[in-house]
């Protein structure tokens, strides 16, 4: 690897939560982007952005994922090349049907959660992390739009 390689390597990774959540025991932890990103993470390269998780795959690979890299873990912020597949476009599709992905992974007892954390003054981002959620889902639920486990 080049210099210039492992020099934006670290600056990617300086940008990644090693400690996010495990969502399947067998994968381990998530590693979440914590950089821009809207629900997918995103990183701006030459004037145009990039979703993170396929930053990754070309930092590890020297390649951009064709033409997609699925999540195994179902976290759209995980950057964690060892959660990621390539796949198709359908194949997403029907990958996010199977496991109910057209919904959110909150539970009803996970909004309570929320909402508590929100009083207690946890940052909106903070628990987005920490329910690997994006952070527009807290708001909902911050705001009062959401309080049911489709958020």
């Given at each position: 690897m080049n210099r210039l390689a492992g020099s934006a390597k670290r600056r990617f990774y300086q940008k990644v939560n090693f400690d996010g959540p495990i969502v399947r025991t067998e994968l381990g932890h998530c590693w979440l982007w914590t950089g821009c990103g809207t629900p997918y993470g995103r990183v701006r390269i030459d004037n145009d952005f990039?979703?993170?998780?396929?930053?990754?795959?070309?930092?590890?690979?020297?390649?951009?994922?064709?033409?997609?890299?699925?999540?195994?873990?179902?976290?759209?912020?995980?950057?964690?090349?060892?959660?990621?597949?390539?796949?198709?476009?359908?194949e997403n599709n029907t990958d996010r049907s199977e496991k109910w992905r057209s919904f959110s992974k909150l539970t009803s007892a996970d909004v309570d959660s929320?909402?508590?954390?929100?009083?207690?003054?946890?940052?909106?981002?903070?628990?987005?992390?920490?329910?690997?959620?994006?952070?527009?889902?807290i708001s909902h639920i911050k705001t009062g739009e959401r309080r049911t486990s489709c958020v």
């Open positions: 990039q979703l993170a998780h396929r930053v990754a795959w070309f930092l590890e690979y020297g390649v951009y994922p064709t033409p997609c890299a699925l999540h195994k873990c179902d976290t759209p912020l995980c950057v964690r090349v060892e959660h990621l597949f390539e796949g198709t476009k359908g929320i909402v508590k954390a929100l009083s207690s003054g946890d940052s909106q981002r903070e628990i987005a992390q920490r329910y690997a959620v994006h952070q527009s889902a």
